[in-house]
């Protein structure tokens, strides 16, 4: 599993790479807190030009944050990837969303974490128990030390609807890469816009990675004003062959 096939953190992860992994990232926002954990699994084969991908998050938040302690919606589905002999690569996914989620925390007020560490798949902790789909697609390349991504994929989650932009760029060093990445979604009523400084490393098999992350959220003027948050992301992941 190079660098450039379990690469960029907050990006779309259906990229055509077979690994398993964990993270936890944690917001700073004033008084409110949260911190989001999550699993998540891939796998591709070659032969096919196809595989499957699946994640569960959860998050833990503050009730001042409209935060609930709950284990996030589930997403599951296929994806396939096509590269040729230049080093770029062309992915897409489509995939279920599955009503996992459950709260241990009554909250009736809560209807959305805008605060989101991952903003690529913010309504699989953002809303409540339900239903839906997503789908994507990841254009990457790679000329020399240098990797790249842009993403672009939506998701319905009954009855929401979000959208994002994602694009990154890489270095690669030989055991660590340095990682630039910015995501931008539009859930209901606001938008998001996150950027993100990352490392990349491996150990052995497994490939420990960790990002200063940094948004605004935008709720429209009716609304007041932008709000800001800072946080980070923790994760390792590990390959499957």
Not at 83 to 98: K, P, R, V
């Amino acid at each position: 599993m190079p660098l450039y096939l379990a690469h960029f953190i907050t990006l779309d992860r259906e990229d055509g790479g077979s690994r398993a992994g964990a993270e936890i990232s944690h917001v700073f926002r004033g008084a409110s807190t949260n911190l989001r954990y999550e699993g998540h699994a891939s796998y591709y084969d070659d032969d096919l030009g196809a595989g499957f991908y699946v994640s569960l998050p959860g998050l833990l938040g503050t009730k001042a944050q409209q935060g609930r302690d709950l284990i996030g919606n589930a997403a599951a589905g296929a994806m396939f990837a096509a590269s040729d002999e230049d080093g770029q690569t062309i992915a897409f996914h489509i995939g279920a969303m599955l009503p996992t989620s459950y709260t241990f925390r009554t909250n009736n007020g809560a209807t959305i974490i805008p605060f989101e560490s991952r903003v690529t798949d913010a309504s699989q902790t953002g809303y409540d128990t339900a239903y839906g789909a997503q789908a994507g697609i990841s254009a990457m390349r790679r000329i020399g030390r240098t990797f790249s991504q842009f993403d672009l994929g939506g998701e319905w989650l009954h009855p929401h609807s979000s959208f994002h932009i994602n694009g990154a760029l890489g270095i690669d060093f030989g055991n660590i890469a340095l990682l630039f990445e910015s995501t931008n979604g539009n859930a209901t009523s606001h938008w998001t816009d996150e950027g993100a400084i990352g490392l990349r490393a491996t150990l052995g098999p497994a490939q420990p990675y960790a990002a200063l992350i940094g948004g605004v959220v935008e709720n429209g003027p009716e609304n007041g004003p932008a709000k800001t948050y800072l946080g980070f992301t923790l994760g390792v992941d590990m390959p499957l062959y």
